[in-house]
């Protein structure tokens, strides 16, 4: 299975393996800026080589966190965006955890690869399609936002075939691999200018440094 790992119980999506919880800002995309308590669940089979969170591609390795224990940690926060990550969120069944989050009322926002079929319903669905694992058709089409990670003018073209499978109103976003940042960011900008339906997101998360 090409170094993917199992999925812990919990098939029904009433408890999920949680990496990490925790209340902050958006970094990235075009939710930039809006405080939001990030829920971010381990698993993910796409393995991305820039990772920044290489920890969570585990599932095994965290606890299974009940819905009602999650909704606890955000109500102690102000929180009214809720963004659902990982790894790939859409490894575990999202139903329920969504059903929850909209009867408190809270937006919710999913960050996800697209490689899994959707679950759940989302506010704003932010697909980061990968080369080496693309997105589901079905999952593209239905994007708010895509979000290229952009390392070298090869991954343009990668931009651009994904641009091809999304709906008229998804926002176009290329991202600097953070790493390669020096080299990607002017080649993103020359691009953006020269294609201006593509704007450019930072992880200006990593600049403030917070989570």
């Not at 800002?25 to 089979?45: H, M, W």
């Not at 399609?129 to 895509?146: C, F, G, N």
């Not at 953070?178 to 960011?185: E, N, T």
């Amino acid at each position: 299975m090409n170094g993917a790992y199992s999925t812990p119980a919990s098939e029904d999506g009433l408890s999920l393996p949680v990496a990490e919880m925790f209340y902050s800002i958006q970094g990235e995309g075009y939710n930039t800026g809006k405080p939001a308590y990030f829920v971010r669940l381990g698993g993910c089979d796409v393995h991305c080589p820039w990772c920044d969170s290489k920890s969570t591609w585990n599932p095994r390795l965290y606890p299974l966190v009940a819905i009602e224990d999650i909704l606890r940690e955000i109500s102690l926060t102000p929180a009214v965006n809720v963004v659902v990550t990982g790894g790939e969120p859409l490894m575990h069944p999202l139903g329920h955890l969504c059903d929850a989050l909209k009867a408190k009322g809270l937006n919710i926002f999913l960050e996800t690869s697209g490689t899994h079929p959707l679950s759940g319903q989302f506010d704003w669905i932010c697909v980061s399609p990968k080369k080496h694992r693309p997105p589901l058709v079905q999952v593209l089409s239905a994007a708010d936002e895509i979000k290229v990670v952009i390392g070298s003018e090869a991954d343009l073209l990668w931009a651009e075939k994904n641009r091809k499978g999304v709906n008229e109103r998804c926002r176009l976003f290329l991202q600097p691999e953070w790493d390669r940042r020096d080299l990607a960011l002017p080649l993103i900008a020359e691009y953006a200018k020269k294609h201006p339906r593509w704007r450019i997101s930072l992880q200006t998360h990593k600049y403030m440094n917070i989570p």
